[in-house]
């Protein structure tokens, strides 16, 4: 994994001291995503910038690269799992490789198939690609969004960047919050579509690719979740495809020349992946944490069991409360947006103590499980209220209409516009509720979980891969009969079924679902939490330019964890990761 920093124009020549500099610049504020190497191209239409975490070519895979004449270069960020296959496809057509890095297959296959070359790719991705003497270039992401991708337009080029915060450093772009979407952030802890909270910088969207030619500019989507829906399948025969579909994903996305380790929650989608991989590799480092000081949500005894079970070498990390405390304003400076949940600061935890413990650089995760099989009970809530209404709109707010009151008590605007939410949800291919209502999950929340991924990990170096976001193994499942994965009283049924045959039958069949959530509900009620809002923002907020710290105070004094209709911890989260976003700016 890496960072990726490019300034591209089809009419101003970038070889000056600023354009130069700048993104020197930028490649320093990047330099968490690539520790291992930096590397820069400069051209009269373009700069092609890269910071690189060696993961496959330790010794000859350095970026940006270009090929063999130096017509066409590329800085990328990714791997793409299935590069052999691809380059030998390309050395067949007469293609010849300096290198055995997966950035050279991308990059040559770019030159022979041009932008269909995206169909071939399965992985993780975002690169930008330019031509040299024709000043075209070619920005795109994977499928799901897995890799970042962000970008502004000035008045005669464009800057690319895996983060925004890079682009402000470079002294190219400056920074304006985008005052328009923060309502949407408080309802729903994201913004959807091409837009972010900053003014005028956007990101490609996953499944997307930004072209621009003399001649044209597209921006366009070239891949989508739901493609065909399989009929007259039994579930036996189900469960048998599915599984050898997931063993070839985790296959697939375990590929590196360094040690490979795995996240162990307790959980049926981590405990699968990591009962996998260690089929696969022989041996699989796990780490896990616990919550000593919240037996409710402590799962070390699945982590025990497991860990015994699969006989793997497992680090156990004690997450204290204090830790979000102490790391509180680490995290939110480094986000490009407001901080999702708390929850992050339990991956934040687990990713800086792998960084400080180990010499782990790849690390599989079950991220993505949920979104694909209806692992969250607001999926079965949602679905349910589809089938007897059939309105898109249930879809498009989700549970976060609950927000709405809360907006109209603070002073925010509850009419805000939901246009690119609307432009998603149109786009909806899947007919069954079920599948409906999983297909929105993939192409909105599921945007943010990944974003929040990426950030912590790569703050530590760490390449955080997801092998149930497989798009082979995604566009599989998608096609399934929706009560295949929501069946009766279980949530991920098929995935459970599948699961059972490589995990004890107590993990597989759990329905308790827990993950790495942290009670922040509480917390914000008498805990830490409480202390920092009262300080931060009922007392000097920078909030108050846009809404009434007066009213939010009252919010604050009705919350009550756990009651329903008065726990009003998600509004009061969100509104504290506004506040301290502020503050980093």
């Known amino acids: 994994m890496c960072g990726i ?15 130069v500099e700048g993104t020197k610049k930028a490649l320093n504020k990047l330099s968490h995503r690539g520790p291992d190497g930096s590397g820069i191209i400069v051209k009269p239409s373009a700069i092609l910038g890269h910071r690189r975490l060696s993961i496959i070519d330790i010794a000859s895979g350095q970026q940006p690269m270009q090929t063999h004449d130096g017509k066409i270069g590329i800085t990328y960020n990714g791997e793409v799992y299935n590069y052999i296959e691809i380059r030998n496809e390309l050395i ?3 293609h010849k490789f300096k ?7 991308v990059l040559k296959a770019y030159s022979q198939y041009g932008i269909k070359c995206l169909e071939k790719f399965r992985g993780m991705f975002a690169f930008v690609i330019v031509n040299f003497e024709t000043k075209e270039f070619f920005a795109a992401r994977d499928r799901f969004g897995i890799k970042p991708l962000y970008f502004t337009k000035k008045d005669d080029f464009y800057i690319f960047s895996s983060e925004i915060r890079p682009m402000h450093y470079s002294g190219l772009v400056s920074l304006e919050v985008n005052s328009k979407r923060l309502e949407e952030y408080l309802v729903f802890g994201y913004v959807a579509g091409q837009e ?7 990101e490609i969207e996953g499944g997307h690719y930004l072209y621009v030619s003399k001649d044209k500019k597209e921006y366009k989507k070239y891949w989508h979740p739901v493609s065909i829906a399989r009929k007259n399948i039994s579930f036996e025969d189900v469960v048998n495809e599915l599984d050898k579909k997931i063993f070839d994903a985790v296959s697939a996305w375990s590929i ?3 040690e490979v380790g795995s996240l162990l929650s307790g959980g049926v989608d981590s405990s699968l992946v990591t009962a996998l991989s260690k089929k696969i590799l022989g041996n699989v480092h796990t780490f896990s944490l616990g919550f000593p000081e919240d037996k409710d949500i402590d799962e070390s005894h699945h982590i025990r069991n497991l860990k015994d079970y699969l006989k793997v070498k497992n680090t156990f990390i004690n997450f204290k409360e204090s830790y979000i405390h102490d790391s509180l304003t680490d995290l939110s400076g480094h986000f490009d947006e407001p901080i999702l949940d708390p929850n992050n600061y339990s991956l934040m935890a687990l990713c800086k103590n792998i960084k400080n413990l180990t010499d782990i650089k790849v690390i599989l995760c079950g991220e993505g ?5 209806g692992g969250y009970p607001r999926h079965r809530q949602i679905s349910n209220e589809f089938k007897t209404n059939s309105d898109d709109n249930l879809l498009l707010m989700s549970l976060n209409k609950v927000a709405l009151p809360r907006l109209k008590m603070i002073g925010a605007n509850t009419n805000f516009s939901r246009k690119n939410r609307e432009m998603i949800t149109a786009t909806l291919h899947s007919k069954d509720a079920i599948n409906r209502v999983l297909e929105h999950d993939q192409l909105t929340f599921l945007t943010t979980r990944l974003h929040s991924q990426d950030r912590i990990g790569m703050y530590y170096g760490l ?4 092998p149930f976001l497989d798009h082979t193994l995604a566009e599989f499942v998608n096609g399934l009969p929706g009560n295949y994965k929501l069946h009766t009283q279980w949530s991920k049924y098929i995935l459970r079924s599948v699961a059972q045959k490589y995990i004890p039958k107590t993990i597989a069949w759990e329905k308790k679902k827990i993950g790495l959530n942290i009670p922040y509900s509480r917390m914000l009620f008498d805990g830490s939490l409480r202390n920092i809002f009262d300080e931060l923002v009922i007392n000097e907020g920078n909030i108050g330019k846009y809404f009434s710290v007066k009213k939010i ?9 756990g009651i329903e209709g008065q726990d009003h911890s998600n509004t009061l989260w969100r509104i504290l990761a506004m506040e301290l976003w502020f503050r980093s700016l």
């Open 5 to 19: 920093f490019s300034i591209n124009s089809l009419d101003k020549n970038l070889e000056g001291i600023k354009f």
């Open 92 to 94: 067949e057509l007469g």
């Open 99 to 105: 290198t055995d890095s997966d950035t050279e297959v």
């Open 196 to 202: 972010t909270l900053h003014q005028n910088i956007h």
């Open 256 to 258: 590196s020349d360094v």
């Open 369 to 373: 499980a949920d979104e694909l099989f």
């Open 463 to 466: 390449e955080i891969r997801t």
């Open 553 to 561: 105070q009252e919010l604050l004094n009705l919350h009550k964890p």
